[in-house]
């Protein structure tokens, strides 16, 4: 296996440790997959924000952000966010929470990345929102 291709766990207290037993994020050659991530405190792992959509979006974002960091990419390098809410009455809120992230992360007249969002049902009862990244870091 050359140095390209080596598949390498990557690890951050920049974002919550893992619940169970994946990684908080997986990098082979340039590939660079962030596991869904949810409203936690980076060093308590509790959930923040109940019942707010913004705040816990943008927490989950600087979750994913960290990650992809300790990866050695940047939000630039986000090909695709998958973003799972509960409600699909949230998603205005996200949306906005979202905007606004890209909006500081991403240069004028960079290339956004690509987004999925789907309602589905979360792990966890405080979880309004969970979201997972792929990169390619160059």
């Known amino acids: 296996m050359t140095a ?9 207290a920049g974002a ?8 908080q994020g997986v990098r082979k050659g340039p590939i660079l ?4 991530q949810g409203p936690q405190d980076p060093a308590t792992g509790e959930y923040l924000y109940p019942g707010d ?8 974002l600087e979750n994913v952000k960290a990650i992809v960091e300790a990866g ?3 939000v630039e ?7 799972y809410l509960t409600k699909r009455a949230d ?3 996200m949306n906005e929470a979202y905007a606004a992230f890209i909006e500081e992360n991403i240069a004028p007249g960079g290339v956004k990345p690509c987004r999925t969002t789907v309602m589905v049902e979360l792990p966890q009862e405080p979880m309004l929102v969970e979201i997972d990244a ?3 870091v160059g």
């Open 4 to 12: 390209t291709s080596e598949k390498t766990e990557i690890r951050t």
């Open 16 to 23: 919550p440790a893992p619940a169970w037993t994946f990684s």
């Open 33 to 36: 997959q962030v596991s869904g």
């Open 53 to 60: 959509v913004r705040a816990q979006t943008r927490r989950t």
């Open 72 to 74: 050695g990419g940047t």
């Open 77 to 83: 390098d986000v090909v695709m966010f998958r973003v």
């Open 91 to 93: 998603f205005a809120a």
């Open 134 to 136: 792929q990169a390619v």
